[in-house]
């Protein structure tokens, strides 16, 4: 299983990016799927997920407003739109896929490797 992110960059305070995550070995219609970051010495947090079966989304409330997740079953591929981009969203972006029946944000089953959003003041 591989979760391949990309999309992260430079950008100036107030821009844009759209993060990717490819999936190959699952597919995603079958799995929640969610983002999370971690900025340097802290913690991973959540920042955003979609369920498997409604696709309903989840944001954090750092984000809410200003990012949106969603899906391309047909691609397999997982997307983040970043909007009204702060410093404080400066992190590697991770993607997440979790099988279980109701979504656990503290239990995902696959982790991709990050990609890094860096947000110039």
């Known amino acids: 299983v591989q979760l391949q992110a990309s999309g992260g960059g430079l950008v100036q305070a107030g821009g844009s990016l759209r993060l990717s995550c490819a999936a190959s070995g699952l597919t995603i219609s079958r799995y929640h799927m969610a983002w999370f970051r971690q900025a340097p010495g802290k913690e991973r947090d959540f920042v955003a997920a979609?369920?498997?079966?409604?696709?309903?989304?989840y944001y954090a409330d750092s984000v809410k407003g200003r990012f949106t997740i969603s899906r391309d079953n047909a691609k397999n591929t997982v997307y983040l739109q970043m909007n009204s981009l702060k410093p404080d969203d400066t992190a590697v972006y991770y993607c997440?896929?979790?099988?279980?029946?109701?979504?656990?944000?503290?239990?995902?089953?696959?982790w991709g490797k990050g990609t890094q959003v860096t947000v110039s003041s």
């Open positions: 997440a896929a979790d099988i279980s029946r109701n979504l656990n944000l503290g239990g995902m089953d696959y």
């Open positions: 979609i369920a498997r079966t409604d696709g309903s989304a």
